[in-house]
């Protein structure tokens, strides 16, 4: 296995060096926002579906964060229209992974629909730039998810769709099966009067409470985002980023349907209720939290990894990642894919007190092709749907290599990674001795 990196380094408002290290400064944060409809009309629809951006502005250097309920989302053409017509230097995607979009039912290609969609709400966002304030904070509490990788007396995991006489058909016993990141992330853009009109809510779990329904639906992000934007007076726009669940199932998921003629109902009150309860805990963060400084300082790094095939090593990944540093107090790891819940957990626990807010962006496009599934080590040894079933999965350990990465570019960020040789050379102290004391009597 061969790894390589390219380098996107931008540390923003004019930073200077001092001994080799980078010390950002601070200046004016200006900010847009917007949400555009992206249902197709020709659907059957149960709820809509969405984009939502954020642009930041730091001195003259554009990041564009588009929320999609979609599975997933990646456009060369996006990026390079979004660059030459808004000057967005930094396009990220951020996929709900929902499972109700189109894609599940129907026959009709709208990747070029929601492409102009996308670009429509990126040009919404800067037409309406202010100047804003940022602020973040955390909360855990008990988990709306659980590992679908269940382990079986044979000691390796299989799906939760895979029952036997122990484990039911998509645990309906909803059984925490863990670990998982309980923790919502939460990142607030106010106006200069302290109005709220940006929340991100950050929650690892795949957006699949609903699935096989045969209808549009944005599933519990949607939901949870309908209802933040309202305790808002929908003064807000509420984007969701997932995290990494690229193992973990909604406790609320309902059963499927077999097929469009299934005259089996989808119940969405569930997917409401796991909505209700993620928005009232990120709520409350949002409600909590306020700036330390209307001045603002973001470092950014770019970086990639090659990768090879787990069984078929003729094939190859090269993995882009971006890891963002705010006010020294926010650290952002973007990639995409979907991965495993405890490459998250492992992460942050590292970071521990380095920074106060360390929030992982899942199923984030930068550039590239997605790697698809990422299994931790030990979860792709345990096996099963995402971590040994397909034969053009990632190689093994990939996941904590992308991680450790994201790791020492933060260090790197915030200025304690020195870029040249360290000082070096002693000053030799004092010479000492042991000498022995006898009794002289």
Not at 133 to 142: D, Q
Not at 265 to 274: G, H, L, N, R
Not at 416 to 434: A, D, K
């Given at each position: 296995m061969k790894t390589y990196s390219i380098f996107l380094f931008i540390c923003l408002l004019f930073p200077f060096v001092s001994n080799g290290q980078i010390i950002p400064k601070k200046n004016k944060l200006l900010a847009g926002t917007a949400k555009v409809n992206i249902t197709p009309i020709t659907e059957p629809v149960h709820d809509s579906i969405y984009a939502r951006c954020l642009v930041l502005e730091?001195?003259?250097?554009?990041?564009a964060f588009v929320s999609v309920d979609l599975p997933g989302m990646e456009s060369d053409r996006v990026k390079q229209l979004c660059k030459e017509r808004y000057g967005i230097d930094h396009l990220l995607?951020?996929?709900s992974h929902n499972h109700s979009a189109p894609f599940r039912f129907s026959k009709t290609n709208y990747s070029a629909f929601y492409e102009e969609q996308v670009i429509i709400c990126v040009q919404a966002a800067l037409s309406g730039l202010f100047e804003a304030?940022?602020?973040?904070?955390?909360?855990?509490?008990?988990q709306l998810g659980f590992i679908r990788l269940i382990v079986r007396d044979d000691g390796h995991a299989r799906e939760s769709w895979y029952y036997d006489e122990l484990h039911s058909y998509l645990n309906r016993e909803r059984i925490p099966y863990g670990p998982v990141d309980d923790e919502v992330g939460v990142v607030k853009i106010s106006d200069m009067k302290g109005n709220p009109k940006v929340i991100l809510m950050n929650y690892a779990c795949h957006a699949d409470a609903v699935c096989d329904n045969y209808e549009v639906s944005a599933d519990y992000p949607g939901a949870a985002a309908r209802?933040?934007?309202?305790?808002f007076g929908h003064q807000v726009n509420c984007l969701f980023v997932n995290g990494a669940g690229g193992n973990v199932a909604p406790l609320f998921t309902v059963p499927r349907r077999t097929g469009p003629d299934d005259p089996l109902?989808?119940?969405?009150?569930?997917?409401?209720?796991?909505g209700e309860i993620l928005a009232y805990e990120t709520v409350k963060?949002?409600?909590?939290?306020?700036?330390q400084s209307p001045e603002t300082s973001i470092c950014y790094i770019e970086d990639s990894l090659l990768f090879t095939g787990r069984f078929d090593k003729t094939i190859s990944f090269n993995v882009h990642i971006a890891t963002m540093l705010i006010n020294d107090d926010i650290l952002i790891a973007l990639s995409p894919g979907e991965l495993f819940a405890q490459l998250a957990i492992d992460w942050k626990k590292k970071i521990g007190g380095e920074v106060a807010h360390p929030l992982f962006f899942g199923y984030t496009w930068i550039a590239g092709k997605s790697p698809g599934y990422v299994p931790d080590i030990k979860g792709a040894a345990l096996g099963g749907f995402g971590a040994d079933q397909n034969d053009k999965g990632i190689e093994v350990g990939a996941g904590e290599q992308l991680m450790n990465r994201q790791y020492a570019n933060y260090f790197k960020l915030s200025g304690?990674?020195?870029?040249?040789?360290?000082?070096?050379?002693?000053?030799?102290?004092?010479?000492?001795?042991?000498k022995l004391i006898t009794d002289s009597k």
């Open positions: 730091n001195q003259e250097k554009r990041f995607i951020c996929a304030t940022i602020c973040a904070g955390h909360k855990s509490f008990p209802r933040v934007e309202e305790a109902k989808t119940d969405y009150s569930q997917m409401e209720k796991m963060v949002a409600k909590a939290i306020q700036p304690l990674m020195r870029n040249q040789i360290g000082p070096s050379g002693f000053t030799r102290g004092p010479r000492w001795e042991v």
